[in-house]
C-alpha cells in the first residue's frame, strides 16, 4: 500500500462548480499535511496547510481527519486558473515530504 | 529576493553517462532536498543537505550522491544512467531546524533529465 493515495482523475468541472478532493494515508507517525498545486511541466507550489481543526483560505477549505488518516480539499467556485494537478503531502520528522502522484483537475467554460 | 534556481533546465543524456545537476537555495535558506519526478508519478524524495551533509535519504541506490557547499548551494550526481532515470528532478530549500518556518519547502522549476 502506498504511503499516501489520491484517486487520479482527472476531474472535469464548469466553471463555479464546487469540487473536492481526498487523500488518505498509510502511517500513523504522520505529522503535518500539505496540499500542493502543481501546473503543467511547473514546479510544485504550496497550496496550504491542513491542520485537525480544519483551516480555510477564500475558495478553498482543508480539513484533517488523524483517527481516519484522511485529508480533503474543497474547492468552490472553480475557476480556469484552477486547472492543475493537486499533490497531497504528509511529513514525518522535520524534512522529508511524502507527496500522493496527485489528482488532475480540469475547469472548463 | 530571489527564488530557488536549478540548472540546467533541460538535459540528454545516454546509458551509462553521468549527470550534474546544480540548485542554489531561497535567499536565507540553508536546507536543500531533492527529489525526482517521473511522469505522472508525484515527487520522491532522495536525499536532504543541511550544513553540508547528508541529513535523510530516501529510497535510491548509492548512483545518487550529492553535496552541499558552503554558500548552500547543492548538487546531485547520477553515476551509471539507466533509461528509467528519465524524470524531472526537483530540488527544494527550507530553514533548518529551529529556525522557524522550517516546515515550508520551496520548489525550484527542476532539470528535465532524458535518458536515451
Known amino acids: 500500500r502506498k504511503e499516501v493515495e489520491q484517486d487520479p482523475g482527472p476531474f472535469n468541472v464548469p466553471e463555479g462548480a464546487t469540487v473536492a478532493f481526498n487523500c488518505t494515508y498509510s502511517?500513523?507517525?504522520?505529522?503535518?499535511f500539505f496540499w500542493y498545486r502543481q501546473d503543467c511541466r511547473k514546479e510544485p507550489k504550496l497550496l496550504m496547510s491542513?491542520?485537525?481543526s480544519g483551516n480555510e483560505d477564500g475558495r478553498f477549505t482543508a480539513q484533517l481527519n488523524r483517527a481516519s488518516q484522511y485529508i480533503s480539499l474543497l474547492i468552490r467556485d472553480s475557476k480556469l486558473s484552477d486547472s492543475a494537478t493537486y499533490l497531497c503531502v504528509v511529513r514525518r520528522g522535520y524534512s522529508t515530504l511524502t507527496f500522493g502522484k496527485g489528482t488532475m483537475l480540469l475547469v472548463s467554460p | 529576493d530571489a527564488g530557488v534556481t536549478q540548472s540546467p533546465t533541460h538535459l540528454i543524456k545516454t546509458r551509462g553517462q553521468q549527470v550534474t545537476l546544480r540548485c542554489s537555495p531561497k535567499?536565507?535558506?540553508?536546507?536543500v532536498s531533492w527529489y525526482q519526478q517521473a511522469l505522472g508519478q508525484g515527487p520522491q524524495f532522495i536525499f536532504q543537505y543541511y550544513e553540508e551533509e547528508e541529513r535523510q535519504r530516501g529510497n535510491f541506490p548509492d548512483r545518487f550522491s550529492g553535496h552541499q557547499f558552503p554558500n548552500y548551494s547543492s548538487e546531485l550526481n547520477v553515476n551509471a544512467l539507466l533509461l528509467g532515470d528519465s524524470a524531472l528532478y526537483l530540488c527544494a530549500s527550507s530553514l533548518g531546524p529551529g529556525q522557524g518556518e522550517g516546515e515550508t519547502q520551496y520548489f525550484g522549476p527542476g532539470t528535465r533529465l532524458l535518458v536515451l
Open positions: 502511517n500513523s507517525a504522520s505529522q503535518s
Open positions: 491542513v491542520y485537525s
Open positions: 535567499s536565507g535558506h540553508d536546507t
